[in-house]
């Protein structure tokens, strides 16, 4: 993976930077999803954005997991990933996935990084993150104030992700407003 650093500009003052990760013969187990950006606001002789190419959120969610519970060096180090706990609650609390496509990313990550073993619930990855990991939450911007509590963010984030990590859920549709799993893959929403 290579990441460009992109600086916005207007005018010829630069604005706030940000990464840009580009990932090339990686394989993908969902499909690239295409977002289209809402724009602040609409002038009528400037076009819309075009749709960006994304990373597919199945893909993310199972590389943040499993992120979250790799260990690293000859010692065997925890993760101190804070920021994917973060991000994977925002991702559940405004983002429904499909279960049989998220196992499928979750076990090729699992093969991918070899020495990985996934706990069936959801637990503190490592003793530094009591201390370190609300310090962390606190910076991303959209994260309840609640969420920032590492006890409460575990919680929240077994809610979702205990099913698939004990296999109790294989099939389905992860249903962020009702942050539930439901059996369904039927857009009209029957059981």
Aim: proline share 8%; glycine share 8%.
């Amino acid at each position: 993976m290579q990441q460009l650093r992109c600086t916005p500009m207007l005018g010829v003052s630069p604005l706030q930077h940000f990464p840009i990760d580009l990932t090339a013969g990686k394989q993908l187990i969902g499909q690239v999803d295409l977002i289209a950006p809402t724009p602040t606001i609409e002038i009528e002789d400037v076009e819309m954005p075009p749709k960006f190419a994304c990373y597919p959120l199945v893909d993310q969610i199972a590389d943040k997991l499993c992120a979250m519970y790799e260990f690293h060096g000859e010692a065997g180090d925890p993760s101190t990933r804070y920021r994917d706990l973060a991000d994977l609650l925002l991702i559940i609390r405004t983002s429904d996935f499909d279960a049989g496509l998220f196992g499928l990313a979750l076990d090729h990550q699992r093969r991918h990084r070899m020495s990985l073993e996934l706990p069936v619930a959801i637990g503190v990855p490592g003793p530094a993150w009591n201390a370190s990991y609300p310090a962390s939450a606190r910076l991303v911007k959209g994260l309840p104030e609640e969420l920032h509590q590492l006890a409460v963010a575990l919680e929240c984030l077994a809610v979702c992700m205990d099913p698939i990590l004990a296999g109790r859920v294989t099939v389905g549709k992860w249903d962020h407003t009702a942050q539930r799993w439901s059996r369904s893959t039927d857009p009209f929403g029957g059981l």
